[in-house]
Every structure is written in C-alpha cells, then in structure tokens.
C-alpha cells in the first residue's frame, strides 16, 4: 500500500499538467519551506487550520487527491500519540496545535513530492548541500521503491509458503538485500552522471510566470501564522 501510494505521487510530479506543475521547481521547494517554518510558527490553531485548507485547495488544483493528501498529512499522528502518553500532563489544546503543526508541515512536503520529481527537488537543494550529499539522497529515494517493492514480494512469499517466523529473521533479511541493493544503485546512478554538476540546474532555478500561486499561496499560509502570534 506504501509503495503504491509513493509510487502515485511520482507518477503526478512527473506527468502532472497543473498550473503548480509549470511553476519552477525553485519557487515549489521555497514554498513548501516557508509553510513547514510558518507551521513550526504558528500560535494558535485555527489559523493553521485555515493554513492547512489552502493547501488542499493547491492540492485540487494539482489534481492531487486532496483527500489522500489529508491522510497522507496524519503521519505523524502515532508519534504524537507516544508523545501523548508520556507526558499526559500535556493540555488538550496543547496537542492539537502540535498535531496541527506536524500534518501542516507534512501536507506541504506531500504536495511538493506530489508535484515536483525529487530529482528536481535535489537540483534546488544542490545550491546549498555538499554536491556528495545530493547524490546520497538521490541513491536513497530510490532505493526506498526498490526496498518497499522487495518488502512486499517477501511478505507475499512468506504468507503463500504458510512461514510462521518471526519478524526479525524477515527484517535481518531485508536490511542484507537492502545494503546489496543500495549498493548497485549506487554504482549504476554513478555511471549515470548523478554526482556530477547538473546541466538542467539553471532551469530549475529560472523564475516563472506560475511561480505566482505557490509563492502567494505559501504568503498567506505565513501571513496566518504571524497573525495567531498576535497576543
């Protein structure tokens, strides 16, 4: 279900046509960037939440599934609950303003994963991180289908052969063909030229007419975060 539901969102950042799909890859990353610090932000939850509805409504408009994108944005909600029950002192509304904090910021990464290839993410973020991070994380993107794809195969194998074994022997499985994996991924990305200076970089970076709606849009996620602020 993970890997059919990653595999959804690459589909869309590769093959969208939306209006956020032409702006540039540079103006999608900076907004997603101003919502998750205007999230960490903000005071008060119900101009989050108002936050939050502008994002589904970008996310319509990407053609995005906006209710996927709203479950996709409850991730954090079991780390929460831990956090919950280990300091249970903590306020009702207390909560509710971290819970909103985390789905805002997680809806905005969605978004952009759901409307920009991480490749094109990788040539924005490549300004400012080490050109040996950069293809890291290239390698690692795309070893987590390979990892989540060899993951279900065994899980189906384990389940049609009637194997009763533990977890552990099936995670000490996959973490060896998950290093072997990572490995060849990582030579034949290297062969490919992914750790060496990108030409398509300048026009990732190159302003666009579009660049207006997430760039207005991410305004006035953080114009209602600095106005909860507001004693």
Known sequence: MIAEDIDRMDALAAGGR????????????????????SAALAGRPLPLAAGAGILLLLAAVAGAEPGRVLLRSLAPLPFLGALFLLHPETPLERMGLL????????????????????ADVLRV??????????????????SLFILLRASTHMMEAARLRG?????????????????????????????????????????????????????????????????????
């Open 18 to 37: 939306s209006i956020l799909h032409r702006a540039s890859p540079a103006a999608r990353v900076a907004s997603a960037g101003i919502v998750v610090v």
């Open 125 to 142: 973020l490549g300004v400012f991180l080490p050109r040996t991070l950069t293809a890291a994380l290239a390698v690692l993107y795309r």
């Open 163 to 231: 194997a009763r074994g533990g977890a552990g022997t099936m995670v000490g499985g996959l973490l060896l063909h998950a290093f072997e994996r990572t490995e060849n991924v990582a030579c034949v990305m290297h062969v490919r030229g992914v750790d060496v200076p990108d030409p398509d970089r300048a026009d990732a970076l190159r302003p666009r007419a579009a660049d207006l709606l997430p760039l207005g849009a991410a305004a006035a996620v953080a114009a209602l975060s600095l106005a909860s602020l507001r004693p």
């Open 99 to 118: 819970l909103l904090r985390a789905g805002v910021s997680c809806m905005a990464l969605v978004l952009l994963l759901s409307t920009t290839t991480f």
